[in-house]
C-alpha cells in the first residue's frame, strides 16, 4: 500500500476529480479527510469510504473563508494525529471575457488562488510537524492556454502554476514536495454541467472536443487520481515543482 499510515486532506473531495483521488488514497491505505461545501456529497463518499473499513472524516468547508480552514485543518490534526498530503482540489468556474464583474473576478480568484494558498498555509504547520510531507494542487491544461470567454478561469488557473512552483522553492527545506497536475477534458459531473450550458449533448462535445487530445478522447477522473497518487507517494519522491501533464497529448499538439 502506497499510502499506508499517511494522513491526506482532499479538498473538493465530493465528485469529480476530488472523489475519485479520496477513493483511491483510502485504497492505498491512507486515512483521508475530505474538505467540501457540499454536505450531502462529501459525507455520503465519507460513507464509502468508511464502509470498506477505512479511515474518514468529512469537514463542511468553504476554502475561500480562512477561518472554515484553520478550524479543519485544526480539527484532522486532531483526529488523525497528522496531515502528510494535500490535494487543493476544490475550484470555482467562473467564465466570461473582459467585462465580467468584479464580484465573479473574487469568486473565482478567492477560491481557485488564495483558497489554494490558505489551505496550503495550514497544512503546511502540521506537515512541518509530522517531518514533512506532498501537497498536489489541481490546475489544468486551461492555465497553459487562453480559450474563448474564459478569462476569469484561465487567469486563476496560470496563477496556480506560479503558486506551485514558488511553494516547492519555499518548502524543500522543510521535506515537502510540492507538485500540479493539469487536466485536459475529464468526464465529471461539472464537465456535463459545462456541456449542457453551452447546448450540446454529452456525444456532441465528444464528437467535437475528443480529437483536440491526441488520444482521441476525454480523460476519466480516475486516470487524474493515479497520477495525483504517484506525486502524493514515495514514488515522486525526487519529485518537486513540476506540473504533470494529464491531457491526453492535449498541449502537444
Not at 472554515?68 to 466570461?96: C, D, K, P, S
Not at 517531518?131 to 484561465?154: E, F, K
Not at 514514488?235 to 498541449?251: N, R
Amino acid at each position: 500500500m502506497r499510502l499506508k499510515n499517511r494522513v491526506a486532506v482532499v479538498t473538493g473531495g465530493a465528485s469529480g476529480i476530488g472523489r475519485a483521488t479520496a477513493l483511491r488514497f483510502s485504497g492505498e491505505g491512507a486515512s483521508v479527510a475530505i474538505f467540501e461545501r457540499n454536505s450531502a456529497g462529501g459525507e455520503e463518499v465519507c460513507r464509502e469510504i468508511t464502509h470498506h473499513g477505512r479511515k474518514a472524516s468529512f469537514v463542511q468547508t468553504d476554502i475561500a473563508v480562512e477561518e472554515q480552514v484553520r478550524e479543519a485543518i485544526h480539527r484532522t490534526e486532531a483526529e488523525f494525529g497528522a496531515i502528510h498530503i494535500l490535494v487543493n482540489n476544490a475550484a470555482a468556474f467562473v467564465f466570461g471575457s473582459y467585462d465580467v464583474a468584479q464580484e465573479d473576478w473574487q469568486r473565482v480568484l478567492s477560491v481557485n488562488v488564495m483558497g489554494t494558498a490558505t489551505c496550503s498555509k495550514y497544512a503546511v504547520e502540521t506537515m512541518i510537524r509530522a517531518g514533512g510531507g506532498a501537497i498536489v494542487n489541481v490546475t489544468s491544461i486551461s492555465g497553459l492556454i487562453a480559450q474563448d470567454r474564459s478569462l476569469p478561469y484561465n487567469t486563476s488557473k496560470a496563477a496556480l502554476l506560479g503558486l506551485n512552483r514558488c511553494l516547492a522553492m519555499d518548502l524543500a527545506r522543510h521535506n515537502i514536495r510540492v507538485n500540479a497536475v493539469a487536466p485536459g477534458w475529464i468526464d465529471t459531473p461539472q464537465l456535463r454541467v459545462d456541456i449542457e450550458l453551452a447546448g450540446m449533448t454529452y456525444e456532441q462535445s465528444l464528437q467535437q472536443n475528443g480529437p483536440l487530445h491526441l488520444l482521441n478522447r476525454f480523460g476519466t477522473a480516475d486516470e487524474v487520481a493515479n497520477a495525483i497518487l504517484f506525486l502524493a507517494s514515495e514514488e515522486a519522491s525526487f519529485i518537486t515543482g513540476t506540473c504533470l501533464m494529464v491531457d491526453g497529448g492535449y498541449i502537444a499538439k
